[in-house]
């Protein structure tokens, strides 16, 4: 019998990889090999300078250039990326926050170039800034002038590219940073009512044409493993954006008020142990936000099994493709309307979810917004507390990762053995980069690059829409950086809250719960033997801006007796050394998930030894490849931790260990 005719089948969501590395012209030849392999859609990683608005030859880019995505300094560099691909005919999506505003006027510029008119331009800058003051940590300017960015986007886009969605409400990173599914719906929705506010005030774009501003708004969710409560926590989420855009800001049509949104299924969720046992996750978690017909994704991009360990191949990358594809055309999953409406388990789930929102919601308006709930540490304190809530639970057993902290017994892995499992990116990217950086500005016209930084700064305190001035900027070949230090110059930069003092102490229990205690008096014998309390530097070298990590490991730390020194993401190596003089540490922890750990980390150990601190070992952790761990252990880390070990509990007693080794303390 055949197949019924189904529309849906022969137009599922868009299908993307998430990808970006090394340089322009890389990252292209990696877009046309996805494309040609029935990808129907680009999402642009960039690398972490690109995202915090620095140059290649910044000190702060050292060792991040073209490890997370691409590189992207100038108009040059945009034409490379996009040569030979219609722009016209793409659905792109840019993972950028801080300097979107920038991207998206490089975008315009190539496209114009290419003959394609901008009303044509489908895509997403993502441009959720609140979420990285929370969790992915690459803002740039304080909370109130990034907001400005955003409402300048948007006014620009309503009227000159009406198909572009000039804002992704992203609660795909709040998840990550420990949010519940009632947090995650209800700081999404803090956050849209926070741009939504801010556009309708700002007086720029019409109250009629409010209805075209809440169209184009968009959301980027994640997708977790229990599968119910995802399913139902995008359910609610469909509920509640209907239920506000009508009710605040009185949009009537209802395809205006349509949830629409993409989503990435839970990368961080994904493990080192076992990393076989990934492919299966990000299956199940593909199928809570596709099988619900009246809540599907309209867009869909997957990791890769192998992301827990480091950068994908394009061979990983078209594995999880080749799973949507099999799932949309294979499977009948397209085929019929919604086969949860009229569950009660489902309708129970989804009005729980909606009324802890509501809740939440309203706590973060009486504080005065999301913005308010920003500057005063509540949302991130809340969500370091329940990140560390879940990690107990995971200690304690109470919550089972397979292979993890269950059914840890394993054969060795085909899939891991003599190839290299990973990409890894040529360690002359950042050199290549500097130099053709440096080409680029000495082939342009430096006085029309002076004159558009100037014309930037002018609009920029005296409050004018900054997106045209931006495009004068990219036209005259200023670079990112550029950009953005005449911006920072006068908004000034921020250092969010890092939520660690505001989680309360963990209080595992059982076995963990006595762990703890002993680790305490161990801590407090050796701190008295070494005259005074156990000091913890926890520093975040580079631009790397996930601390969900730094965090856990500071709160624990504080829980078992150390003193904590916790100065929060984006430092110099040179800083972390002076803050490790300043407050007399006996420890340093350094926690990188971006790559940089081989530059990085041996800088800031040389500045160690340079200062007199021999006697201070340097403990590292994050995503670290086994090569490179015993590369770090060569250079004189003391200790490599990885994702597999999960464990803070034991990860102390480790730290403790290594400080009595050091000072030749005996072992209790």
């Known amino acids: 019998m055949p197949y019924p005719s189904s529309p849906d089948r022969d137009r599922p969501w868009v299908m993307r990889t998430y990808a970006g590395h090394s340089s322009a012209a890389a990252s292209n030849a990696l877009y046309r090999r996805n494309l040609a392999k029935g990808q129907t859609g680009l999402s642009v990683a960039f690398d972490l300078p690109t995202q915090t608005g620095y140059d290649p030859d910044h000190e702060l880019a050292r060792g991040e250039v073209g490890k997370v995505g691409v590189p992207i300094s100038h108009l040059g560099d945009a034409r490379e990326l996009f040569d030979g691909i219609p722009l016209e005919k793409m659905n792109t999506s840019m993972t950028i926050n801080a300097t979107a505003m920038w991207l998206l006027a490089l975008y315009e510029a190539v496209a114009l170039e290419q003959g394609a008119e901008l009303e ?14 929370l969790s992915r940590g690459t803002y740039v300017f304080p909370p109130g002038p990034s907001l400005r960015l955003i409402t300048d986007m948007i006014a620009h886009t309503v009227v000159h590219l009406p198909k572009w969605n000039p804002i992704n409400i992203c609660s795909y990173h709040l998840q990550e940073a420990g949010a519940t599914p009632v947090q995650e719906v209800a700081y999404a929705m803090s956050t849209a009512i926070a741009v939504l506010d801010a556009v309708r005030d700002a007086g720029q774009v019409p109250q009629e044409r409010m209805g075209d501003v809440v169209a184009r708004i968009s959301f980027f969710v994640n997708a977790g493993m229990r599968f119910v409560e995802e399913m139902c926590k995008l359910r609610a989420f469909a509920q509640l954006w209907d239920e506000i855009t009508r009710e605040r800001y009185g949009v009537e049509n209802p395809k205006h008020r349509r949830f629409r949104y993409g989503v990435q299924v839970n990368s961080l969720g994904l493990t080192e142990a076992q990393p076989e046992n990934n492919v299966q996750r990000i299956v199940l978690e593909m199928l809570g936000v596709t099988l619900s017909r009246n809540a599907r994704a309209r867009a869909v991009q997957l990791p890769a099994w192998n992301e827990a360990l480091g950068l994908p191949r394009p061979w990983d990358q078209q594995w999880a ?10 499977s009948d999953l397209l085929e019929y309307d919604d086969i949860f409406d009229g ?8 009005a729980s979810i909606l009324d802890g929102a509501r809740a939440e919601i309203a706590r973060v308006q009486e504080i005065g917004g999301a913005v308010a709930a920003i500057e005063s540490g509540y949302m991130k304190g809340e969500l370091v507390r329940s990140l560390a809530e879940r990690r107990a639970r995971v200690e304690a057993g109470e919550d089972t990762i397979i292979g993890v902290n269950k059914f840890t017994e394993t054969e060795p892995s085909p899939l891991t053995g003599a190839e290299k499992a990973i990409f890894t990116v040529d360690a002359g990217v950042e050199q290549a980069a500097r130099e053709k950086l440096a080409a680029w500005k000495a082939g342009r016209d430096q006085s029309a690059v002076d004159a558009t930084l100037a014309a930037l700064a002018d609009a920029a305190k005296n409050g004018t829409n900054l997106m045209e001035p931006t495009i004068a900027c990219v036209r005259a070949g200023v670079t990112t950086g550029e950009w953005a230090n005449v911006l920072r110059d006068v908004f000034g930069e921020y250092r969010a809250p890092t939520g660690v003092s505001a989680a309360a102490a963990s209080n595992p229990g059982g076995e963990t719960a006595d762990a703890l205690t002993a680790i305490r008096e161990r801590v407090r014998s050796t701190g008295e033997r070494l005259g005074g309390p156990l000091r913890m530097l926890v520093g975040k070298p580079g631009l790397d801006g996930h601390s969900n990590g730094a965090e856990q490991i500071a709160v624990r730390a504080r829980d078992a007796g150390f003193e904590v020194v916790y100065q929060g993401i984006r430092l110099t190596p040179a800083q972390i050394v002076a803050a490790a003089v300043a407050e007399d540490v006996h420890v340093v922890g350094l926690s990188i998930l971006s790559g940089a750990h081989a530059l990085a980390v041996p800088t800031v150990i040389d500045g ?13 952790g994050g995503i670290i490849p086994p090569d490179d761990a015993e590369m770090l252990k060569t250079a004189g880390v003391a200790r490599v931790f990885t994702p597999k070990d999960y464990g803070l509990n034991e990860i102390m007693a480790e730290i403790v260990t290594v400080i009595e080794e050091l000072h030749a303390s005996p072992v209790s």
């Open 343 to 350: 569950s009660g388990v489902v309708e129970a789930k989804v």
């Open 120 to 133: 044509d331009l489908t895509g997403t800058t993502q441009n959720d800034i609140i979420k990285e003051y």
């Open 321 to 330: 493709l080749r799973m949507q594809q099999v799932l949309a055309f294979e």
């Open 608 to 620: 160690l030894r340079e200062a007199g601190l021999d006697d201070v070992p340097v403990i590292v």
